[in-house]
């Protein structure tokens, strides 16, 4: 199965919103309402920031937010902060595995 | 709190087998609903999943690599173990242990990750 597409970058100023684009098929984005995302750090675990395409994780800030538009998921970071500068990656459950975006690296100008 | 860490070679031949180990704490793999799972990540590349294990003993591999894994559980060790045999330098890759929660879809937590590197 092939992996979901992602822009490779996005960019913002601090206080800025951004948003990443997870883009499928009807065989997964669009077939279930099962998208995460999810927040990498090089060299540390990565974290659920989005779950079940809207819903967040208990700890996780309301600037983390997420929807869907038939194949594709966005992720939504609103009031960006020096802090959400790391790798985002979209992933999708299926009937026969899971699988997951090309990943974006958020950096914070 | 629920915590996952791997572990295994850090260096493998081709053609031998490798075998990882999941140990985790915080919750038991004996609880209706729970599995454990791997993922990896190939330098530069995207995420791959590869196996999952639930509670029950029931056993999910990803289609293209089927033939080459095996996912076990020892419930009364916190454990998971992934082999996966006749690897290639292909397979080089960060190994993810993550955990799925009783009933759901999602993977929370991850593990940190172990480096794995296939080569002479």
């Known amino acids: 199965q092939s992996a979901l597409t992602q822009p490779a970058s996005v960019s913002g100023s601090p206080g800025q919103s951004i948003t990443i684009s997870c883009t499928g098929t009807?065989?997964?984005?669009?077939?279930?309402?099962?998208v995460s995302w999810f927040q990498h750090h090089p060299g540390k675990a990565p974290k659920l920031m989005i779950y079940?395409?809207?819903n967040r994780p208990s700890g996780v800030s309301n600037r983390f937010s997420g929807s869907k538009s038939g194949n594709t998921a966005s992720l939504t970071i609103s009031g960006l902060q020096a802090e959400d500068e790391a790798d985002y990656f979209c992933?999708?459950?299926?009937?026969?595995?899971?699988?997951f975006g090309t990943g974006t690296k958020v950096t914070v100008l | 709190q629920i915590t996952l860490k791997e572990s295994g070679p850090t260096l493998v031949k081709p053609t031998q087998t490798l075998t990882l180990t999941c140990t985790f704490s915080?919750?038991?793999?004996?609880?209706?609903?729970?599995?454990v799972g791997w993922i990896r990540q190939p330098p530069g590349k995207a995420l791959e999943w590869l196996a999952l294990?639930?509670?029950?003993?029931?056993?999910r591999y990803s289609p293209s690599l089927k033939s080459r894994l095996t996912i076990t559980k020892d419930t009364s060790k916190n454990q998971v173990v992934l082999t996966m045999t006749n690897v290639d330098p292909m397979d080089t890759a960060t190994y993810y242990c993550?955990?799925?929660?009783?009933?759901?879809?999602?993977?929370?937590?991850w593990g940190q990750g172990t480096l794995v590197t296939v080569s002479s």
């Open positions: 993550v955990h799925r929660p009783r009933g759901s879809r999602r993977f929370d937590p």
């Open positions: 915080g919750f038991s793999l004996s609880t209706s609903g729970v599995g």
């Open positions: 294990i639930y509670w029950d003993d029931d056993k």
């Open positions: 009807s065989s997964d984005v669009g077939g279930y309402n099962y």
């Open positions: 079940d395409v809207n």
């Open positions: 992933s999708s459950y299926t009937t026969t595995s899971t699988v």
